[in-house]
């Protein structure tokens, strides 16, 4: 049988103990099939079934058509930054507790890694954001949300919003945050947010804990350019991006967001539907009524 990749790459930045196994299990059954398989740098110290196939982030950029990714969203944000970004598609195995990213649960794997490499999966696009600093090179992208956020429990800081260079509000809050559909079900939902199917075009603003009663969270288009400027002078508020990269704010600095050059392409088993992913994480209802 033609399978439809001939090279898969794995990756993870968990610690679960079942790394592993996983690992192991998923490249039997790769192998099995005929494909080449790869591991990055973060099976270095797990003993991964054969240590000669460890390649470099290069390498499996340039030549792995799908990575897979073992853990929890944590695993499959860092993974989407550092590949997904570039252009190879993600499967996720997940290990975590919540794991909207992820698909595949450990006593699926045999079943369902089948029939991704048969061809028998979903395509699901995902848009990131970019964020920038005004005077500063460079820029930074998260797939789930940018956070503005005044780095202590129960401070407030103050900044000026603005959409498309309308001015929205000055507001003074714990913080900001700023989500793709794809952080509707993280850190924004935590915080009362709205959940946005990740089909729709949409940015959400959600301030934290805000000095005003009657601010409530602003969905705004995806093509929109999003500009906040630090109002608060005691220089401790924090950018941070997917909890990962974080920078420190001053007074006066300008952030601008808007959705990143690059996509991610997420792969899912067939059959999978986002509905049913809620119901089964966030335990709603699981009764199905006769229509």
């Not at 429990?153 to 309308?166: G, N, P, R, V």
């Not at 601010?215 to 906040?228: F, H, N, Q, Y």
């Not at 006066?252 to 967001?257: A, E, K, L």
Request: positive net charge.
């Amino acid at each position: 049988m033609k399978y439809k990749f001939s090279h898969i790459a794995l990756s993870t930045s968990s610690q679960d103990e079942r790394v592993l196994s996983i690992a192991t299990q998923v490249y039997e059954i790769l192998s099995n099939a005929g494909i080449k398989v790869s591991f990055d740098s973060s099976f270095l110290n797990l003993e991964a079934p054969t240590k000669k196939k460890h390649k470099t982030a290069k390498h499996i950029i340039k030549n792995a058509e799908l990575l897979i990714a073992i853990g929890g969203d944590g695993t499959m944000l860092n993974c989407s930054r550092r590949y997904g970004s570039k252009g190879v598609p993600i499967l996720g195995i997940n290990l975590g507790n919540v794991g909207f990213l992820t698909d595949i649960a450990p006593k699926e794997i045999t079943s369902r890694l089948l029939d991704v490499i048969k061809g028998n999966f979903i395509k699901d696009k995902r848009f990131f954001l970019e964020a920038s600093l005004q005077n500063k090179d460079g820029s930074f992208i998260a797939l789930n949300e940018v956070v503005i956020h005044s780095g202590a429990i129960a401070q407030l800081i103050e900044f000026d919003l603005y959409i498309d260079d309308s001015f929205v509000y000055r507001q003074k809050a714990d913080g900001l945050i700023i989500n793709s559909p794809s952080g509707s079900t993280a850190y924004s939902l935590s915080g009362g947010g709205p959940i946005v199917h990740p089909n729709l075009d949409a940015i959400t603003l959600l301030p934290m804990f805000p000095h005003r009663l009657n601010t409530s969270p602003l969905v705004v288009s995806g093509g929109s350019k999003i500009t906040i400027k630090m109002i608060e002078k005691k220089n401790k508020s924090v950018l941070s991006m997917d909890s990962h990269n974080s920078l420190k704010l001053r007074q006066g600095d300008v952030i601008t967001i808007s959705k990143g050059k690059f996509s991610l392409t997420l792969i899912h088993p067939r059959g999978h539907d986002f509905y049913e992913a809620c119901r089964n994480k966030l335990g709603w209802s699981s009764s199905l009524p006769n229509i």
